[in-house]
C-alpha cells in the first residue's frame, strides 16, 4: 500500500500544480512562482508521506547538501543538451533567427522545476526505488525507464520513436543518476537542466509537447533521425547517443561506490537487500 499513498500523495500535488500554472498561461511571473511553489510543496508532500508509510529518514531529499546537488545535476544537464544541439547545428540543422523572449526563459524556470520534480519523485523517489528493493538495480532502471518513455506517448506530437528515446536517454541516464548518489537533488537538478536548455535556451520542442518561447528564436530542419522530427530534439539519435554515456558514466560510479543491489532472493527479508541509504 505505501507505494499507492505515495505516488497518490505526489501525482495530487502535481496535478494541482499543473492546473494553476496552466491557468496562468501566458503569465510568465506568475508561471515562476507557481512552478516553484509546486516543486517545494511535491519534495515537502513526498517527505511527510514516504516518512509516514515507510518510518525512516527520508534521506533521499535531505536538506544538507540539496543546494550544491541540484546545482550540479543542473550544469550537468545543462551541458549535455548543448552537446546535443551543437551536434545538429553542426549539420546545419539548427537555425538561430534571433532572440526569443527573456520573460518566457523565466517563466519556463518555474514550469520546468515544477515538472522535474514532481516527475522524479514519482519515478525515481516511488517506482525505482521500490521495485529495487525486490527485484535489483537493473530490473528496476529498465521497467521504470520503459515507463517512463510510455508516459511520453501522451504528450501531444508523440511518436513511439520519441518514446523509445526517453525511456533509454532519460529514463537510464535520472535512474542511474538516483543509484550514483542515493539522492533524489541531483537527478531533479539534472531533468530540470537538460529541459530548461531544451526550451527556455534554445527554443526547441520538448517530448512533443509543442514549441516553447526560450531566449533563442529558433527551428530544427532536416533528417528526423537527426532532429527528432515533431516530438524535438529528445528524439535525435545524439540525445540517444550522449544520454547513453552519461548513464553509463553514473552506472560506472554507483559501482564503485557499492550502490548496485541485487535481485532479492525468494523468502529473503527486505532488509537482506536493502541495506544503502535510501
Not at 72 to 78: D, E, F
Request: glycine letters at 14%.
Amino acid at each position: 500500500m505505501r507505494v499507492f499513498w505515495q505516488l497518490l500523495a505526489v501525482a495530487a500535488v502535481s496535478l494541482a500544480g499543473g492546473q494553476a500554472v496552466a491557468a496562468v498561461d501566458g503569465n510568465w511571473f506568475l508561471t515562476l512562482v507557481l512552478g516553484l511553489l509546486t516543486a517545494v510543496g511535491a519534495v515537502c508532500v513526498y517527505r511527510w508521506v514516504v516518512g509516514r508509510t515507510e518510518h525512516r529518514p527520508v534521506t533521499e531529499v535531505a536538506r544538507d547538501g540539496a543546494r550544491a546537488a541540484a546545482g550540479r545535476g543542473a550544469l550537468i544537464g545543462v551541458a549535455v543538451f548543448t552537446g546535443v544541439i551543437v551536434n545538429i547545428a553542426l549539420l546545419g540543422d539548427y537555425t538561430v533567427h534571433g532572440l526569443g523572449s527573456v520573460t518566457g526563459a523565466v517563466g519556463l524556470v518555474g514550469f520546468m522545476a515544477a515538472a522535474a520534480t514532481t516527475e522524479e519523485l514519482l519515478f525515481r523517489g516511488v517506482l525505482l526505488r521500490i521495485v529495487e528493493e525486490r527485484f535489483g538495480t537493473w530490473i528496476a532502471l529498465t521497467s521504470t525507464g520503459a515507463l517512463f518513455g510510455t508516459m511520453h506517448l501522451f504528450n501531444k506530437d508523440a511518436t513511439v520513436g520519441g518514446a523509445l528515446a526517453i525511456a533509454i536517454e532519460a529514463g537510464g541516464m535520472l535512474g542511474a543518476a538516483f543509484v550514483a548518489t542515493r539522492s533524489l537533488w541531483l537527478p531533479i537538478g539534472l531533468h530540470f537542466g537538460w529541459n530548461f536548455a531544451e526550451s527556455g535556451l534554445f527554443g526547441t520542442e520538448v517530448s512533443g509537447s509543442g514549441a516553447q518561447h526560450g531566449l533563442l528564436d529558433a527551428t530544427t530542419s532536416g533528417a528526423r533521425l537527426v532532429t527528432g522530427g515533431e516530438f524535438g530534439p529528445e528524439a535525435s539519435v545524439y540525445s540517444v547517443l550522449l544520454g547513453v554515456l552519461v548513464t553509463l558514466a553514473f552506472l560506472r560510479l554507483a559501482r564503485r561506490r557499492g550502490h548496485l543491489m541485487p535481485r532479492r532472493r525468494r523468502g529473503a527479508p527486505a532488509d537482506a537487500v536493502a541495506t544503502l541509504p535510501r
